[in-house]
């Protein structure tokens, strides 16, 4: 009888432990930036949007785990506490009929909550995630996704293509403001890189902008967020976040591989003609014979 005493015990306890042991190892993953994707708490972005979604996710988040606790914890302790063997045969718990005290308690309380995190979800939304929050950009990238790539077409003219799972980065100045022109040809794409910002989709038909602000140098991935297709996985971003000087370097050798690739000649097609000289006179049809 023990022995199924204690079985019942340690059975009702294993999915507590599983979680806790969940919980820690991500949490331990997270710290040492393996990358897991365990980790619990959003990426705390290195933009100043993303960073702001980072604070608004811990204002969410402490409440709510505090609460989940609470009412988990009280519900562990009905159920050990008043379980059916230990009470006399018949007992009945004491009946409440009603208690004002605790009705306005219990609905004040989480009203406040609400109202706390929905006026600060919005304060935020307004203030980083609208049309107006990039009115000023230092620079103006146009981001257009397709099934199963990005184009990143820079203001100075040239066009940087990616593709599949070794994206080529999207190339930006630290300390300046980009603002993101996002489009899409066939389906509904996300742009999302944690690291950085928030997620924003990519429609098509319509233009939608989100902006990033790096103050250092380095490089993030990123990854498309809607299923777009049976590719979907191998839709792969990175953003590079370079110096001033860097970045003017790498506008230069865009252009001149642009240049490169418009003034080198087309390949001909497998016994197609050579294109006649500048300024030859047409071909005349060949002569044949006359018949009488």
């Known amino acids: ?38 980790d619990p708490i959003v990426p ?14 811990l204002l969410v988040s402490i409440p709510a785990l505090f609460i989940f606790l609470l009412v988990e914890g009280l519900l562990i302790t009905v159920l ?16 409440w009929h009603g208690h004002r005290g605790l009705e306005v308690l219990w609905t004040v309380i989480p009203a406040l909550i609400l109202i706390v995190i929905g006026s600060a979800s919005f304060i935020t939304l307004q203030n980083d995630y609208t049309a107006q929050a990039s009115n000023n950009p230092d620079i103006d990238i146009a981001v257009t996704g397709h099934q199963y790539g990005w184009k990143f077409k820079y203001p100075e003219g040239f066009t940087v293509d990616s593709e599949g799972l070794t994206p080529t980065p999207m190339v930006i100045p630290t300390s300046k403001l980009v603002r993101l022109k996002l489009n899409s040809t066939d389906v509904i794409h996300g742009f999302w890189v944690p690291d950085l910002t928030g997620k924003t989709d990519l429609v098509p038909g319509y233009e939608n902008v989100t902006w990033v602000k790096v103050s250092q140098p380095g490089e993030w991935r990123g990854e498309c967020t809607e299923l777009c297709g049976t590719g979907h996985y191998t839709m792969q971003l990175r953003v590079k976040a370079v110096s001033q000087s860097d970045y003017a370097a790498f506008v230069q050798k865009s252009l001149a591989d642009q240049a ?14 050579p294109a006649a000289p500048a300024g030859s006179p047409p071909a005349s049809p060949s002569a044949g014979p006359t018949t009488r």
Not at 44 to 57: F, R, T, V
Not at 260 to 273: D, L, T
């Open 44 to 57: 705390n972005g290195k933009s100043p949007n993303g960073h702001h979604i980072w604070q608004l996710y």
């Open 80 to 95: 050990i506490k008043f379980r059916r063997k230990k009470l006399p045969k018949g007992y009945k718990p004491p009946q």
């Open 260 to 273: 490169k690739s418009k003034s080198s000649p087309s390949p001909r097609a497998p016994g197609a003609a």
């Open 1 to 38: 009888m023990r022995g199924r005493l204690w079985f019942r015990r340690a059975f009702a306890t294993l999915p507590v432990l599983v979680v806790l042991v969940l919980f820690c190892s991500g949490t331990a993953l997270a710290a040492e930036g393996s990358g897991s994707g365990l």
